[in-house]
C-alpha cells in the first residue's frame, strides 16, 4: 500500500509512482490551485499575480479575514465570473490527472482544494473516490474521510461536525486515512506559512478508536512528519508536488 497527498497538478511524478504499486492511495488535493512557493496555478491563471500575491501574504501571516477582504475587493474590479473561470481550469487538471493514472490501481479522497464531484467523475476504471468509507486493503480495514477544515470557503472543505459524523461512521478501523491532519500542534502547524490546519474530530477519534496508523496530508511543512499519539502512529505523507515521493505503509 503506497500512500501519496498534496499531488498539485503534478501527474507526471504521480503516474511515474503510481505504476510502480500495486495498491495506491491518493490523500487528496489533486489539483493546483496556488502553489505558495512560487504563486503558480489556476487561480494567479484566472486574476492575475498581484492579487494573488497579496491575498497569499495575509494569508502567511494568518490573517484570514483580511485576506477574504482583500480577495473580494481586488476580484470585484475584474469583471470576470471567477467560478466558472476556475472551474473550467480544473476539469482541465482533471482531465490530465485521469490520464495519468490510466492503468493504475488507486483510491482517491478529495482535499480542501479539490472539487469532490468533479474528482470522481475524472478517475479512470481501475481508481475509485472513497469518502467516509472504511474498505478492506491487504488483510487491513482502511478507513478513508476527505476533505479540509473550514478555513476559507473552498469546495473540499467540511465543518467539523461533518467530518466527526463520517468518522463516527467508520468504526474501528486498523488505518484511518484523511486530507487532513489531527489537532496535534507538532504535525498541524505548517513552519513555513504559519497556518494551522489540525482536526479536532480526527485528534478524538485516534484517542477513542485507537487505529495503528493515521496517514494524511494537507500541511506541506510540517512541524514533524511523524508522530505518535497515544496508541497510533501519525504519519504525514506529503507533499508530493515538491517530493514526488510517498510513503509505504509497513507489512507487519
Avoid at 91 to 107: D, F, K, N, P
Avoid at 131 to 149: F, K, N, P, S, W
Avoid at 158 to 184: E, F, K, N
Wanted: hydrophobic share 40%; with cysteine.
Amino acid at each position: 500500500m503506497f500512500l501519496v497527498s498534496d499531488v498539485h497538478g503534478a501527474f507526471s511524478a504521480l503516474a511515474r509512482v503510481a505504476n510502480r504499486s500495486d495498491q495506491v492511495l491518493v490523500l487528496g488535493d489533486l489539483v493546483n490551485l496556488i502553489d505558495y512557493r512560487s504563486n503558480e496555478g489556476i487561480v494567479t491563471d484566472v486574476v492575475g499575480a498581484d492579487i494573488v500575491a497579496e491575498v497569499s501574504a495575509l494569508r502567511g501571516a494568518d490573517r484570514y479575514d483580511d485576506a477574504t477582504a482583500l480577495w473580494q475587493a481586488r476580484t470585484a474590479e475584474l469583471g470576470v465570473d471567477i467560478r466558472r473561470e476556475v472551474s473550467k481550469a480544473m476539469r482541465a487538471q482533471y482531465e490530465v490527472m485521469r490520464e495519468a493514472l490510466r492503468g493504475t490501481s488507486c483510491i482517491v479522497i478529495h482535499g480542501n482544494v479539490d472539487d469532490p464531484a468533479m474528482l470522481a467523475e475524472h478517475l479512470p476504471e481501475g481508481c475509485r473516490y472513497v469518502h467516509a468509507e472504511a474498505i478492506d486493503i491487504e488483510g487491513l480495514r482502511v478507513g478513508m474521510v476527505g476533505g479540509g477544515i473550514m478555513k476559507i470557503g473552498s469546495r473540499g472543505e467540511i465543518s467539523d461536525d461533518a467530518m466527526a459524523d463520517a468518522l463516527d461512521g467508520l468504526g474501528r478501523v486498523d488505518v484511518l486515512c484523511t486530507h487532513v491532519p489531527p489537532s496535534i500542534p507538532m504535525v498541524a502547524e505548517d513552519v513555513i506559512a504559519g497556518s494551522v490546519k489540525g482536526s479536532v474530530p480526527v485528534r478524538e477519534y485516534l484517542e477513542r478508536a485507537a487505529p495503528g496508523y493515521h496517514y494524511f496530508g494537507d500541511v506541506h511543512q510540517p512541524r514533524a512528519s511523524r508522530w505518535r499519539h497515544a496508541s497510533t502512529e501519525v504519519v504525514n505523507v506529503g507533499y508530493f508536488r515538491a517530493t514526488g515521493r510517498g510513503v509505504v505503509h509497513p507489512r507487519d
